[in-house]
Protein backbone atom coordinates (compact mmCIF):
# COMPACT_ATOMS: atom_id res chain seq x y z
CA UNK A 1 0.00 0.00 0.00
CA UNK A 2 1.38 3.75 -0.83
CA UNK A 3 1.83 6.08 1.72
CA UNK A 4 0.17 9.62 1.61
CA UNK A 5 3.79 10.89 0.72
CA UNK A 6 4.02 8.12 -1.60
CA UNK A 7 1.31 9.06 -3.48
CA UNK A 8 2.58 12.38 -3.77
CA UNK A 9 5.87 11.85 -4.99
CA UNK A 10 4.91 8.87 -7.45
CA UNK A 11 2.53 11.46 -8.62
CA UNK A 12 4.25 14.75 -8.31
CA UNK A 13 0.38 16.34 -6.56
CA UNK A 14 1.42 18.83 -3.77
CA UNK A 15 -2.59 18.92 -2.52
CA UNK A 16 -3.39 18.27 0.55
CA UNK A 17 -6.35 16.29 -0.22
CA UNK A 18 -5.81 12.25 -0.53
CA UNK A 19 -6.22 10.93 -4.04
CA UNK A 20 -8.44 8.41 -4.75
CA UNK A 21 -7.37 5.18 -6.60
CA UNK A 22 -9.94 6.35 -9.70
CA UNK A 23 -7.24 9.64 -9.88
CA UNK A 24 -4.17 8.02 -9.23
CA UNK A 25 -5.13 5.20 -12.34
CA UNK A 26 -5.69 8.34 -14.24
CA UNK A 27 -2.44 10.27 -13.69
CA UNK A 28 0.50 8.25 -13.32
CA UNK A 29 3.62 9.36 -13.24
CA UNK A 30 5.89 8.26 -16.23
CA UNK A 31 9.62 8.20 -14.39
CA UNK A 32 8.29 6.47 -11.33
CA UNK A 33 6.77 3.80 -13.76
CA UNK A 34 9.80 3.79 -16.01
CA UNK A 35 11.85 3.45 -12.82
CA UNK A 36 10.21 0.23 -11.68
CA UNK A 37 10.17 -1.81 -15.19
CA UNK A 38 13.87 -0.79 -15.30
CA UNK A 39 14.46 -2.20 -11.93
CA UNK A 40 12.33 -5.14 -12.02
CA UNK A 41 11.79 -6.97 -15.59
CA UNK A 42 13.38 -10.16 -15.59
CA UNK A 43 15.87 -11.77 -17.57
CA UNK A 44 14.05 -12.04 -20.93
CA UNK A 45 16.54 -14.55 -22.29
CA UNK A 46 13.92 -16.91 -20.43
CA UNK A 47 11.06 -15.81 -22.45
CA UNK A 48 12.70 -15.83 -25.94
CA UNK A 49 13.74 -19.12 -25.04
CA UNK A 50 10.06 -19.97 -24.44
CA UNK A 51 8.89 -18.34 -27.04
CA UNK A 52 11.41 -20.11 -30.11
CA UNK A 53 10.36 -23.55 -27.78
CA UNK A 54 6.39 -22.70 -28.13
CA UNK A 55 7.05 -21.51 -31.93
CA UNK A 56 8.64 -24.63 -32.77
CA UNK A 57 5.86 -26.60 -31.38
CA UNK A 58 2.56 -24.69 -31.93
CA UNK A 59 -0.98 -25.97 -31.25
CA UNK A 60 -4.04 -25.41 -33.52
CA UNK A 61 -7.32 -23.84 -32.25
CA UNK A 62 -8.98 -26.20 -29.39
CA UNK A 63 -5.53 -28.68 -29.46
CA UNK A 64 -3.29 -26.69 -27.25
CA UNK A 65 -2.60 -28.77 -24.61
CA UNK A 66 1.01 -28.92 -24.40
CA UNK A 67 1.40 -24.57 -24.86
CA UNK A 68 -1.34 -24.48 -21.64
CA UNK A 69 0.86 -26.95 -19.54
CA UNK A 70 4.66 -24.75 -20.39
CA UNK A 71 2.45 -21.48 -19.80
CA UNK A 72 1.13 -23.02 -16.65
CA UNK A 73 4.41 -24.46 -15.04
CA UNK A 74 5.74 -20.41 -15.95
CA UNK A 75 3.11 -19.04 -13.78
CA UNK A 76 3.42 -22.07 -11.02
CA UNK A 77 6.89 -20.79 -10.98
CA UNK A 78 6.07 -17.38 -10.06
CA UNK A 79 3.83 -18.46 -7.41
CA UNK A 80 0.77 -17.32 -8.79
CA UNK A 81 -2.51 -19.37 -7.96
CA UNK A 82 -2.86 -21.16 -11.39
CA UNK A 83 -6.07 -22.87 -12.97
CA UNK A 84 -6.26 -24.57 -15.89
CA UNK A 85 -8.72 -26.59 -18.56
CA UNK A 86 -11.05 -23.44 -18.15
CA UNK A 87 -13.09 -24.02 -21.38
CA UNK A 88 -11.13 -25.99 -23.04
CA UNK A 89 -7.17 -25.46 -22.68
CA UNK A 90 -7.61 -22.33 -20.97
CA UNK A 91 -5.26 -21.21 -17.88
CA UNK A 92 -5.89 -18.38 -15.43
CA UNK A 93 -3.47 -17.41 -13.14
CA UNK A 94 -4.46 -14.77 -10.34
CA UNK A 95 -1.82 -12.83 -7.62
CA UNK A 96 -3.58 -11.15 -4.65
CA UNK A 97 -1.08 -8.53 -3.76
CA UNK A 98 -3.53 -6.34 -1.41
CA UNK A 99 -5.84 -3.55 -2.01
CA UNK A 100 -6.31 -2.32 -5.60
CA UNK A 101 -7.96 -2.40 -8.65
CA UNK A 102 -8.15 -6.13 -10.44
CA UNK A 103 -6.16 -5.94 -13.48
CA UNK A 104 -7.04 -8.81 -16.08
CA UNK A 105 -4.87 -9.31 -18.95
CA UNK A 106 -4.95 -11.61 -21.70
CA UNK A 107 -2.62 -13.57 -24.24
CA UNK A 108 -3.97 -16.61 -27.08
CA UNK A 109 -2.79 -19.97 -27.08
CA UNK A 110 -3.66 -21.26 -30.66
CA UNK A 111 -1.52 -21.47 -33.84
CA UNK A 112 -2.91 -21.73 -37.07
CA UNK A 113 -3.44 -24.30 -39.79
CA UNK A 114 -0.53 -23.17 -42.28
CA UNK A 115 2.70 -24.42 -43.16
CA UNK A 116 5.49 -22.16 -42.32
CA UNK A 117 7.79 -21.29 -45.18
CA UNK A 118 10.22 -19.13 -43.18
CA UNK A 119 14.01 -19.82 -43.21
CA UNK A 120 13.98 -19.53 -39.41
CA UNK A 121 15.93 -21.84 -36.94
CA UNK A 122 13.21 -22.06 -34.92
CA UNK A 123 10.88 -22.65 -37.80
CA UNK A 124 7.85 -25.23 -37.26
CA UNK A 125 7.61 -28.02 -39.25
CA UNK A 126 4.97 -29.66 -37.27
CA UNK A 127 2.00 -31.25 -38.29
CA UNK A 128 -1.01 -32.43 -36.10
CA UNK A 129 -4.52 -33.71 -36.26
CA UNK A 130 -7.56 -30.38 -35.28
CA UNK A 131 -10.46 -31.47 -33.52
CA UNK A 132 -12.19 -32.10 -36.95
CA UNK A 133 -10.15 -34.82 -37.35
CA UNK A 134 -7.87 -33.60 -40.37
CA UNK A 135 -4.13 -33.32 -40.19
CA UNK A 136 -2.85 -30.01 -40.81
CA UNK A 137 0.62 -28.26 -40.59
CA UNK A 138 0.57 -25.82 -37.70
CA UNK A 139 2.45 -22.15 -37.31
CA UNK A 140 2.48 -19.78 -35.03
CA UNK A 141 1.42 -17.05 -38.07
CA UNK A 142 -0.43 -14.73 -35.97
CA UNK A 143 2.19 -14.06 -33.16
CA UNK A 144 -0.11 -15.50 -30.10
CA UNK A 145 3.54 -17.11 -29.27
CA UNK A 146 5.04 -13.50 -28.98
CA UNK A 147 2.01 -12.41 -27.35
CA UNK A 148 2.17 -15.03 -25.07
CA UNK A 149 6.24 -15.16 -24.28
CA UNK A 150 5.38 -11.02 -23.71
CA UNK A 151 2.56 -11.61 -21.01
CA UNK A 152 5.08 -14.09 -19.27
CA UNK A 153 7.40 -11.53 -19.11
CA UNK A 154 5.02 -8.98 -17.61
CA UNK A 155 3.55 -11.29 -14.93
CA UNK A 156 7.42 -12.00 -13.83
CA UNK A 157 8.40 -7.95 -13.76
CA UNK A 158 5.20 -7.26 -11.70
CA UNK A 159 5.71 -10.30 -9.38
CA UNK A 160 9.31 -9.11 -8.93
CA UNK A 161 7.98 -5.74 -8.35
CA UNK A 162 4.99 -6.29 -5.41
CA UNK A 163 6.56 -4.31 -2.86
CA UNK A 164 6.37 -1.41 -5.57
CA UNK A 165 2.42 -1.86 -6.15
CA UNK A 166 -0.65 -3.29 -4.74
CA UNK A 167 -4.34 -4.67 -6.09
CA UNK A 168 -4.79 -7.80 -7.91
CA UNK A 169 -3.47 -9.61 -11.16
CA UNK A 170 -5.56 -11.77 -13.49
CA UNK A 171 -3.29 -13.41 -16.35
CA UNK A 172 -5.43 -15.16 -18.83
CA UNK A 173 -4.18 -17.60 -21.26
CA UNK A 174 -6.93 -17.92 -23.41
CA UNK A 175 -7.46 -21.15 -26.05
CA UNK A 176 -9.34 -21.17 -29.18
CA UNK A 177 -9.09 -17.36 -30.05
CA UNK A 178 -8.56 -17.55 -34.34
CA UNK A 179 -11.81 -19.71 -34.06
CA UNK A 180 -13.20 -17.13 -31.64
CA UNK A 181 -14.83 -19.56 -29.35
CA UNK A 182 -12.25 -19.62 -26.60
CA UNK A 183 -13.23 -17.17 -24.84
CA UNK A 184 -17.11 -17.56 -24.35
CA UNK A 185 -15.78 -21.10 -23.18
CA UNK A 186 -14.06 -19.88 -20.57
CA UNK A 187 -16.51 -17.51 -19.31
CA UNK A 188 -19.37 -20.47 -19.61
CA UNK A 189 -16.73 -23.06 -17.81
CA UNK A 190 -17.07 -20.96 -14.67
CA UNK A 191 -13.62 -18.51 -15.51
CA UNK A 192 -15.15 -16.14 -12.90
CA UNK A 193 -15.87 -18.53 -10.19
CA UNK A 194 -12.18 -19.36 -10.16
CA UNK A 195 -11.03 -16.07 -10.83
CA UNK A 196 -12.03 -12.60 -9.74
CA UNK A 197 -14.43 -10.31 -12.18
CA UNK A 198 -11.70 -7.85 -12.96
CA UNK A 199 -12.01 -3.67 -12.95
CA UNK A 200 -10.37 -3.58 -15.95
CA UNK A 201 -8.92 -5.72 -19.39
CA UNK A 202 -5.83 -5.01 -20.99
CA UNK A 203 -5.12 -7.14 -24.74
CA UNK A 204 -2.18 -6.72 -26.56
CA UNK A 205 -1.12 -8.52 -29.72
CA UNK A 206 2.14 -8.30 -32.23
CA UNK A 207 2.00 -6.89 -36.00
CA UNK A 208 4.19 -6.09 -38.44
CA UNK A 209 4.27 -2.28 -37.75
CA UNK A 210 8.10 -1.75 -36.74
CA UNK A 211 9.33 -3.52 -33.83
CA UNK A 212 9.60 -0.78 -30.42
CA UNK A 213 6.64 0.24 -31.45
CA UNK A 214 3.24 0.92 -30.05
CA UNK A 215 -0.26 1.83 -31.14
CA UNK A 216 -3.40 2.67 -29.16
CA UNK A 217 -6.27 4.53 -29.49
CA UNK A 218 -10.03 5.30 -28.23
CA UNK A 219 -12.88 3.85 -29.59
CA UNK A 220 -13.72 0.58 -32.33
CA UNK A 221 -10.01 -0.54 -33.32
CA UNK A 222 -11.24 -4.20 -34.42
CA UNK A 223 -14.24 -5.07 -36.87
CA UNK A 224 -17.37 -7.49 -35.54
CA UNK A 225 -17.78 -10.32 -37.59
CA UNK A 226 -21.19 -12.30 -38.24
CA UNK A 227 -21.55 -15.64 -39.92
CA UNK A 228 -24.97 -15.90 -41.97
CA UNK A 229 -26.14 -19.09 -42.95
CA UNK A 230 -28.76 -19.71 -45.33
CA UNK A 231 -30.36 -22.36 -46.67
CA UNK A 232 -32.54 -22.21 -50.13
CA UNK A 233 -34.85 -24.73 -50.80
CA UNK A 234 -36.05 -25.53 -54.82
CA UNK A 235 -38.50 -27.33 -56.15
CA UNK A 236 -41.21 -28.04 -56.39
CA UNK A 237 -41.56 -30.71 -58.87
CA UNK A 238 -44.84 -31.93 -60.28
CA UNK A 239 -44.37 -35.40 -61.86
CA UNK A 240 -40.62 -34.78 -61.22
CA UNK A 241 -39.62 -32.66 -63.86
CA UNK A 242 -36.89 -30.93 -64.03
CA UNK A 243 -37.40 -28.36 -66.24
CA UNK A 244 -40.57 -26.80 -64.33
CA UNK A 245 -38.72 -26.54 -60.75
CA UNK A 246 -37.49 -23.91 -59.22
CA UNK A 247 -33.32 -24.03 -59.12
CA UNK A 248 -31.87 -23.03 -56.11
CA UNK A 249 -28.62 -22.25 -57.49
CA UNK A 250 -29.37 -19.22 -59.82
CA UNK A 251 -31.72 -18.15 -57.25
CA UNK A 252 -28.82 -17.96 -54.68
CA UNK A 253 -26.20 -16.56 -56.93
CA UNK A 254 -28.59 -14.15 -57.99
CA UNK A 255 -29.29 -12.72 -54.43
CA UNK A 256 -25.19 -12.84 -53.41
CA UNK A 257 -23.96 -10.94 -56.51
CA UNK A 258 -26.49 -8.17 -55.17
CA UNK A 259 -25.82 -8.27 -51.36
CA UNK A 260 -23.09 -5.84 -50.66
CA UNK A 261 -24.17 -3.77 -53.22
CA UNK A 262 -27.68 -3.61 -51.07
CA UNK A 263 -25.98 -3.49 -48.03
CA UNK A 264 -23.52 -0.80 -48.63
CA UNK A 265 -26.51 1.46 -50.07
CA UNK A 266 -28.63 0.81 -47.12
CA UNK A 267 -25.93 1.49 -44.61
CA UNK A 268 -24.31 4.40 -46.51
CA UNK A 269 -21.38 5.30 -48.92
CA UNK A 270 -18.82 6.31 -45.62
CA UNK A 271 -19.84 3.36 -43.66
CA UNK A 272 -17.17 0.14 -43.09
CA UNK A 273 -18.91 -2.60 -44.18
CA UNK A 274 -17.89 -5.95 -45.86
CA UNK A 275 -20.24 -8.70 -46.83
CA UNK A 276 -18.44 -11.60 -48.32
CA UNK A 277 -19.67 -15.32 -49.60
CA UNK A 278 -17.46 -17.70 -47.68
CA UNK A 279 -19.22 -21.16 -48.84
CA UNK A 280 -21.46 -22.56 -51.37
CA UNK A 281 -22.96 -26.07 -51.77
CA UNK A 282 -26.29 -26.90 -53.82
CA UNK A 283 -27.91 -30.47 -54.33
CA UNK A 284 -27.88 -34.12 -53.34
CA UNK A 285 -25.67 -36.11 -55.53
CA UNK A 286 -28.09 -38.52 -57.35
CA UNK A 287 -31.25 -36.32 -57.91
CA UNK A 288 -32.28 -35.42 -60.72
CA UNK A 289 -33.19 -31.81 -59.93
CA UNK A 290 -31.19 -29.31 -57.23
CA UNK A 291 -33.22 -29.61 -54.03
CA UNK A 292 -31.28 -27.07 -52.50
CA UNK A 293 -28.27 -24.49 -52.12
CA UNK A 294 -26.54 -23.37 -48.60
CA UNK A 295 -24.07 -20.70 -48.38
CA UNK A 296 -22.46 -19.09 -45.66
CA UNK A 297 -21.86 -15.02 -45.52
CA UNK A 298 -19.01 -13.70 -43.54
CA UNK A 299 -20.13 -9.95 -42.76
CA UNK A 300 -17.72 -7.14 -41.36
CA UNK A 301 -18.66 -3.87 -39.62
CA UNK A 302 -17.46 -1.46 -37.21
CA UNK A 303 -20.23 0.05 -35.54
CA UNK A 304 -23.15 -1.48 -33.90
CA UNK A 305 -25.81 0.46 -35.30
CA UNK A 306 -24.36 -0.58 -39.10
CA UNK A 307 -24.08 -4.25 -38.24
CA UNK A 308 -28.15 -4.42 -37.50
CA UNK A 309 -28.93 -2.71 -40.80
CA UNK A 310 -26.48 -4.85 -42.37
CA UNK A 311 -27.93 -7.97 -40.88
CA UNK A 312 -31.64 -6.93 -41.53
CA UNK A 313 -31.02 -5.72 -44.98
CA UNK A 314 -29.24 -9.21 -46.19
CA UNK A 315 -32.42 -11.30 -44.18
CA UNK A 316 -34.83 -8.85 -46.17
CA UNK A 317 -32.95 -9.44 -49.53
CA UNK A 318 -32.44 -12.89 -49.42
CA UNK A 319 -36.68 -13.54 -48.41
CA UNK A 320 -37.13 -11.08 -51.02
CA UNK A 321 -34.94 -13.03 -53.83
CA UNK A 322 -36.72 -15.99 -52.81
CA UNK A 323 -40.54 -14.67 -53.02
CA UNK A 324 -39.84 -13.37 -56.36
CA UNK A 325 -38.32 -16.78 -57.82
CA UNK A 326 -41.32 -18.43 -56.05
CA UNK A 327 -39.15 -20.76 -54.27
CA UNK A 328 -41.64 -23.45 -52.54
CA UNK A 329 -40.69 -22.41 -48.42
CA UNK A 330 -39.34 -19.44 -47.06
CA UNK A 331 -35.27 -19.65 -46.85
CA UNK A 332 -33.62 -20.29 -43.44
CA UNK A 333 -31.48 -17.67 -42.24
CA UNK A 334 -29.01 -18.04 -39.36
CA UNK A 335 -26.76 -15.34 -37.98
CA UNK A 336 -24.15 -16.21 -35.49
CA UNK A 337 -21.82 -14.17 -33.82
CA UNK A 338 -18.21 -14.81 -34.45
CA UNK A 339 -16.27 -11.59 -32.93
CA UNK A 340 -18.07 -8.98 -31.20
CA UNK A 341 -16.77 -5.45 -31.93
CA UNK A 342 -13.65 -4.20 -30.18
CA UNK A 343 -14.08 -0.97 -28.58
CA UNK A 344 -11.35 0.54 -26.35
CA UNK A 345 -13.13 2.43 -23.40
CA UNK A 346 -11.85 6.26 -23.77
CA UNK A 347 -10.65 6.56 -20.05
CA UNK A 348 -8.84 3.28 -19.66
CA UNK A 349 -7.22 3.61 -23.27
CA UNK A 350 -6.10 7.26 -22.65
CA UNK A 351 -4.54 6.71 -20.15
CA UNK A 352 -2.56 3.65 -21.40
CA UNK A 353 -2.31 5.62 -24.19
CA UNK A 354 -0.09 8.91 -21.92
CA UNK A 355 1.75 6.34 -20.23
CA UNK A 356 2.56 5.01 -23.26
CA UNK A 357 3.68 8.45 -25.24
CA UNK A 358 5.39 9.10 -21.96
CA UNK A 359 7.78 5.86 -21.97
CA UNK A 360 7.54 4.99 -25.55
CA UNK A 361 7.92 8.55 -27.20
CA UNK A 362 8.90 8.89 -30.66
CA UNK A 363 7.87 5.36 -30.60
CA UNK A 364 3.95 5.45 -29.44
CA UNK A 365 2.18 5.97 -32.60
CA UNK A 366 -2.15 6.00 -32.94
CA UNK A 367 -3.79 2.67 -33.65
CA UNK A 368 -5.06 2.45 -37.35
CA UNK A 369 -8.54 0.41 -37.31
CA UNK A 370 -8.19 -2.43 -39.05
CA UNK A 371 -10.81 -5.64 -40.64
CA UNK A 372 -8.94 -8.25 -37.91
CA UNK A 373 -11.31 -9.33 -35.48
CA UNK A 374 -11.06 -10.36 -31.49
CA UNK A 375 -13.41 -12.29 -28.99
CA UNK A 376 -11.27 -10.90 -26.17
CA UNK A 377 -14.10 -8.08 -25.28
CA UNK A 378 -16.31 -11.06 -24.55
CA UNK A 379 -14.40 -11.98 -21.36
CA UNK A 380 -15.65 -8.56 -19.73
CA UNK A 381 -18.90 -8.63 -21.35
CA UNK A 382 -21.32 -9.83 -18.81
CA UNK A 383 -19.94 -7.74 -16.12
CA UNK A 384 -19.23 -4.76 -19.08
CA UNK A 385 -15.56 -4.64 -17.93
CA UNK A 386 -13.86 -1.87 -19.64
CA UNK A 387 -10.84 -2.27 -21.74
CA UNK A 388 -7.97 -1.52 -23.77
CA UNK A 389 -6.63 -3.47 -26.53
CA UNK A 390 -3.18 -1.74 -28.56
CA UNK A 391 -0.86 -3.55 -31.13
CA UNK A 392 2.93 -3.61 -30.71
CA UNK A 393 5.22 -4.00 -33.06
CA UNK A 394 7.57 -7.08 -34.73
CA UNK A 395 9.12 -6.27 -37.82
CA UNK A 396 12.53 -5.34 -38.27
CA UNK A 397 11.81 -3.22 -41.25
CA UNK A 398 8.59 -1.73 -42.62
CA UNK A 399 10.48 -1.00 -45.94
CA UNK A 400 9.52 -3.40 -49.14
CA UNK A 401 6.59 -5.69 -48.26
CA UNK A 402 6.74 -7.18 -44.83
CA UNK A 403 4.67 -10.53 -44.07
CA UNK A 404 1.37 -9.74 -42.21
CA UNK A 405 -0.40 -11.65 -39.39
CA UNK A 406 -1.49 -15.51 -41.04
CA UNK A 407 1.23 -15.33 -43.65
CA UNK A 408 3.41 -18.40 -43.71
CA UNK A 409 6.30 -15.98 -43.87
CA UNK A 410 5.36 -13.95 -40.59
CA UNK A 411 8.19 -14.10 -38.73
CA UNK A 412 8.40 -10.86 -36.04
CA UNK A 413 11.78 -10.18 -34.76
CA UNK A 414 12.66 -11.41 -31.11
CA UNK A 415 13.98 -8.37 -29.62
CA UNK A 416 13.12 -5.62 -29.22
CA UNK A 417 9.57 -7.23 -29.25
CA UNK A 418 9.84 -9.39 -26.83
CA UNK A 419 10.76 -6.58 -24.40
CA UNK A 420 8.52 -3.93 -26.01
CA UNK A 421 5.30 -6.54 -25.73
CA UNK A 422 6.45 -7.02 -21.42
CA UNK A 423 6.69 -3.28 -21.04
CA UNK A 424 3.91 -1.96 -22.58
CA UNK A 425 1.61 -4.76 -20.69
CA UNK A 426 3.25 -3.99 -17.24
CA UNK A 427 2.71 -0.03 -17.75
CA UNK A 428 -0.68 -0.15 -18.57
CA UNK A 429 -0.96 -2.31 -15.67
CA UNK A 430 0.79 -0.30 -13.19
CA UNK A 431 -1.23 2.88 -14.04
CA UNK A 432 -4.08 1.46 -12.86
CA UNK A 433 -2.64 -0.61 -10.07
CA UNK A 434 -1.74 1.51 -6.23
CA UNK A 435 2.10 2.35 -6.66
ZN1 LIG B 1 -5.02 -14.53 -36.00
ZN1 LIG C 1 -4.09 -13.19 -33.31
Redesign the pocket.
Known amino acids: MLTQIGIAAAFGDNSEEPLTVDQLSHRPNVDVLRSIVDKYRPDLAVYEGFYRQVHQDPEVSGMELNTAAVVARHLRKLEFEVHTGIGGHGVAAVFHNGQGKTILMRAELDA ?1 PILEETDLPYKSTKRMVDRYGNERPVMHA ?1 GHDMNMASLLGTSALLKAAARKWSGTLVIIFQPDE ?1 ETGGAQAMVDDGLYTKVPVPDIMLGQHVVPSKSGTVAIRSGPVLVAADSANVKITGGPCPGVNPQQCVDPIPVAIKIISQLEYKVRKNVGPHEDVTVACWGFHAGIPGNDYIAYAEFSLDIKTAKHTVREKARQTIKRSIIDGCTAAKTPREPVVNFTVRAPLTTNDPSVSEAVGRVFAGYFEANAVEMRFTRACEDFSTLGKKHSVPYAYWNFGGSQTTEGPVPT ?2 SPFFAPAIQPTLQTGTDAMALAALSFLVI
Open positions: LCENH
